[in-house]
């Protein structure tokens, strides 16, 4: 399988791994069919922008490097914007996965997803075009 450089980077070198404590948003999701799990973390200021972001992967590495690139994608944005770091945006910025790796991209924006989610009903808002995970 041909991975790009970005991909091989971002899997070898995975930024912003780990967790936040007291994060103001907290998304976990799954794909019931192998077990991989994502976990993504969101600290948010008073201004709605995200500060940090950090995340926990149990899967391969594409799923690794989209969520590294995801949370990358993510930081400094507002939780409207956030919403743009969609799994296409993630592919794109890393160059591209092979076809077979496409679904597990799509973990990373779920988990963004969850979190924002869980960010806004913590705090009693609606973030527009954002739907209830399932
Ligand atoms: Fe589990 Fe790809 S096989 S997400
Ligand atoms: Fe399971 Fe990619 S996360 S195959």
Redesign the pocket.
Known sequence: MNYSEAVMDHFTNPRNVGEIENASGCGTVG?A??G?IMRVYLDIDDDGIIQDAKFKTF??GA?IATSSMATVLVKGKTVQQALEVTNKAVMEALDGLPPVKV??SL?AEEAIHAALWDYAEKNGIMIEGLEKPV
Do not use: I, K, T
Request: a negative charge; aromatic letters at 0%.
């Open positions: 794909n069919v192998c991989d899967g391969c799923a679904h597990c973990l």
